[in-house]
């Protein structure tokens, strides 16, 4: 847990400190495809930037827009699991439906068709991620709110004439809060790798924002020209994040529900 959040807050400070100080490079077209060297540790990309500042922006923009749309899809899919569990009979069904058909349709592909609808945008890349994940979300909260239904404390609410809505905000949605906060968690890295996924591709945010997808869509040509680095280093940021995130999320999975660590020890 230490070194996955140590490492992690050593990304994001970098993240967010290396830019802010050294700022956007313009295009210096002397420097163009430099390999990594003391001046530049990284190396430097098709633009002649500093690639070591400019995989940090893109780290830090990538990180913004996985974590608002890990926040959106995260509150949605709780509205709709906690809704579906609590009311139960046809509203249950027609919104397991609904999930049942989103989960139909490939994420990825879903998600192109959102962005290509408004190329460039970045509320469009936020979005066309948070409408395609929130189902898991969804059918974890609903399951959670079953679960809660049968607690005796449940029982005795609806034995003192508590309204549907009254347990829903007191008893249900309080609860499943921590759950629903270790979902959002996990789908940080998930959207991380489908922002990069949509960038890579062309589709998602504007050239001119400095994302971890853009910065691997210019290396790919790079990379023929044996600037190898263009696409290492970034990768390497990448994978380092998503396991940082991934080992804080498995420690408070272990500690908001125990019920699962004695379950794989046996």
Do not use: C, K
Not at 78 to 98: N, Y
């Amino acid at each position: 847990m230490w070194v996955s959040l140590g490492g992690l807050a050593l990304l994001v400070l970098a993240a967010i400190a290396v830019p802010a100080v050294f700022g956007s490079e313009s295009v210096r077209y002397d420097s163009i495809r430099l390999a990594p060297s003391p001046a530049h540790p990284f190396g430097t990309d098709s633009g002649g930037r500093d690639l070591f500042v400019q995989s940090l922006a893109g780290l830090r923009i990538s990180l913004l827009v996985a974590g608002i749309s890990a926040v959106v899809s995260t509150v949605l899919g709780s509205l709709v699991g906690a809704i579906a569990g609590s009311a139960g009979g046809w509203p249950d069904r027609l919104l397991m439906r609904l999930v049942d058909t989103v989960n139909s349709v490939p994420h990825l592909l879903l998600g192109i068709v959102i962005v290509a609808l408004y190329r460039g945008s970045l509320v469009a890349v936020i979005l066309s991620i948070a409408l395609t994940h929130w189902t898991t979300v969804a059918r974890i909260v609903r399951s959670e709110v079953l679960s809660l239904r049968q607690r005796p404390h449940i029982d005795a609410a609806i034995a003192g004439g508590s309204s549907r809505w009254r347990i829903l905000r007191r008893h249900l949605l309080p609860a499943i809060v921590p759950q629903a906060a270790l979902s959002a968690v996990l789908l940080v890295p998930h959207a991380v790798w489908h922002e990069t996924a949509l960038s890579f591709l062309g589709l998602g945010l504007p050239p001119h924002l400095a994302s971890i997808g853009n910065i691997l869509g210019d290396g790919r040509e790079a990379v023929l020209l044996g600037a190898w680095w263009i696409v290492l280093f970034p990768s390497v940021l990448l994978v380092l994040t998503t396991l940082a995130v991934s080992g804080l999320a498995a420690t408070w999975r272990d500690r908001v529900v125990p019920r699962r660590r004695s379950e794989l020890a046996l």
